[in-house]
């Protein structure tokens, strides 16, 4: 497990006294005999670890878990040394252990009673190197991160107490170590998260290997046959815990891992946040775009797939079919595709937190596509909003960019406003490549007319002179139609039984009255884009043309339209 041995540095080296553990901390972990939950994890493999006094075989431990008493373990000559210093400095009658009692009644006193078995133990032994590991579960219900003017008094109370223990010098300096356990760092209070001296060790989900090996034991154990290592590549993302229903149920088909790796991410991360995407239809079903399919299939279907690409933003105006194609291009790539609806919260804190279960679950994936759509209204401005908005943008573009990430996670991001995309996102390294979909024109509008009026048999060169009129007739029915024009269109004609009455329902069809809206997102499309040969056949006047088009998109802007 890296955790502990990061953990332990910490501990060893004396660089901090007080650690928060983080991430899947509600998970079983292998203790070398058996798969057991953290606390028992932890009190197992630091139960050996050396006290500067050689004559002890470990390190004394004092446990406080929500639901039981203040627990401690470690040698009975050590025990024994504390219980007579708590006598001498206390000032009271009770003895340790019956304090200890009482500690599961309150969990205010228990923390004040923590702070002062530190102070004993400091008493007992001033040179040790590790004299004392105090571990505190559930942290972040213990002192919960709110406003403090909305806290009742014992949680102010609590907050305190830590806040002065953790801020003592003779503390800071001294043999003993408190690890506080947290799913999330922020939902901590931040008087106590905040401090410099508090560190953070982050449990990752289970990897590769931690998952072959439970899966190994788990059906040897319960004599099952199955293919370990493809069962552990295709539960990424799942803990010990779910993994093990997983294996209980008796299905493990591809299907059914696939299904309880949705139900396992979306139980973490809460209804509405993300959604899982299973496209049926590929680039060939996509009509029209043939520029851009051909660069889809040919460069950007292959970079995602070596991860070669980071990431990459889809432009271009409403109704141009720009969600059509990436979900083809997605299911293309073949890797699960993930929609993030939203990850914000209205609950106080609430954002942070599953932003760091998002980034602790996509870690365990070998490959996973993040698809976005509206994406400039998914990602706030940096530079604007409130303060949980431009954190949460800036947490976003940090992850866009992580080199950890590059080839395990790919974005493909959608948005009709394109400019409205923040400047960071839209940069080199984290959107490798912005790809325009435009309204269809020459060939491909050719191709969308002979799509509607499939079923009417109509055809732009036809030895039938009549086939040719009545293509002719359509053209001009359709003209200005985009993509979902032409699919309302199609859907509407299906009960003709002949061509003149499906020209006539086109001819009845009035598009709204957003051109020059469209035109002017059509115009950042073009502008953003950033491969020249996906808006010219030739490329030669490039830059004349793109100082037409800011000069227009100007002229839009004075107008209002942005």
């Avoid at 990061?6 to 972990?29: A, H, K, M, P």
């Avoid at 006094?53 to 431990?61: A, C, E, F, W």
């Avoid at 690890?179 to 990752?204: A, D, N, T």
Wanted: with cysteine; charged share 25%.
């Amino acid at each position: 497990m890296s955790f502990l041995n990061e953990l332990t540095g910490i501990i060893n080296s004396g660089q901090s006294r007080c650690v928060v553990l983080t991430g899947n901390i509600y998970d079983l972990f292998y203790d070398g005999e058996d798969y057991v939950p953290l606390m028992s994890y932890l009190s197992k493999k630091y139960s050996s670890l050396p006290n500067a006094d050689t004559s002890t075989k470990g390190i004394t431990q004092v446990i406080y878990e929500l639901n039981n008493s203040i627990s401690v373990c470690g040698d009975d000559d050590q025990k024994e040394d504390l219980n007579r210093t708590w006598s001498k400095v206390s000032g009271s009658q009770k003895g340790l252990e019956d304090r200890l009692a009482e500690s599961g009644k309150n969990s205010t006193f228990a923390l004040q009673l923590l702070h002062k078995i530190c102070e004993c133990s400091r008493l007992n032994n001033r040179n040790a190197a590790n004299n004392l590991l105090v571990m505190i579960e559930a942290a972040d219900m213990l002192l919960p991160e709110e406003q403090i003017s909305r806290m009742s008094l014992n949680d102010r109370k609590r907050v305190a107490i830590v806040k002065d223990w953790f801020s003592e010098p003779e503390f800071m300096d001294g043999p003993d170590s408190v690890i506080l356990l947290s799913e999330s760092r922020s939902g901590i209070h931040s008087r106590i998260s905040r401090m410099p001296q508090v560190l953070s060790v982050e449990i990752p989900l289970p990897d590769i290997t931690e998952r072959t090996h439970f899966v190994t034991n788990f059906g040897s154990d319960h004599g099952m046959t199955f293919t370990a290592g493809a069962v552990a590549v295709q539960t990424a993302g799942l803990s010990i815990h779910a993994i093990r229903q997983l294996m209980l149920s008796g299905d493990l088909s591809p299907d059914n891992i696939a299904s309880k790796v949705e139900e396992y991410m979306i139980s973490q991360l809460g209804e509405g946040v993300i959604e899982f995407k299973r496209p049926s239809h590929s680039l060939d079903d996509c009509i029209g775009n043939t520029k851009v399919k051909n660069f889809l299939k040919e460069e950007l279907i292959p970079g995602f797939q070596d991860g070669t690409i980071a990431g990459a933003a889809v432009g271009g105006p409403i109704g141009g079919g720009k969600t059509f194609i990436c979900e083809a291009a997605a299911a293309e790539v073949g890797c699960p595709v993930v929609l993030l609806k939203s990850i914000r919260s209205k609950w106080f804190g609430e954002t942070d937190a599953i932003f760091e279960r998002l980034y602790r679950l996509l870690k365990t994936f070998n490959q996973i596509m993040i698809f976005v759509d509206e994406a400039d209204a998914q990602f706030g401005d940096i530079d604007g909003g409130h303060a949980t908005e431009r954190r949460l943008t800036g947490k976003i573009q940090a992850m866009m960019s992580d080199p950890k990430l590059l080839g395990k996670v790919i974005w493909f991001l959608m948005t009709a406003r394109i400019h409205r995309l923040s400047a960071d996102i839209r940069r080199p390294g984290r959107m490798d490549i912005i790809i325009p979909i435009l309204d269809p024109k020459d060939q491909d509008r050719i191709d969308f007319i002979t799509w509607t009026f499939k079923d009417f048999k109509i055809a732009r060169s036809s030895t039938d002179p009549q086939c040719e009129k009545d293509f002719k007739k359509a053209e001009k029915a359709t003209e200005g139609y985009s993509a979902a024009a032409f699919a309302v269109l199609k859907r509407r004609i299906k009960r003709c039984s002949t061509i003149d009455e499906a020209i006539k329902i086109a001819d009845d069809m009035v598009l709204p009255d957003i051109q020059e809206v469209r035109e002017y997102q059509t115009l950042q499309a073009k502008l953003n884009c950033t491969r020249k040969s996906l808006v010219f056949d030739d490329t030669e006047g490039f830059n004349k043309k793109r100082s037409e088009w800011k000069k227009k998109i100007a002229e839009y802007e004075l107008q209002g339209i942005n």
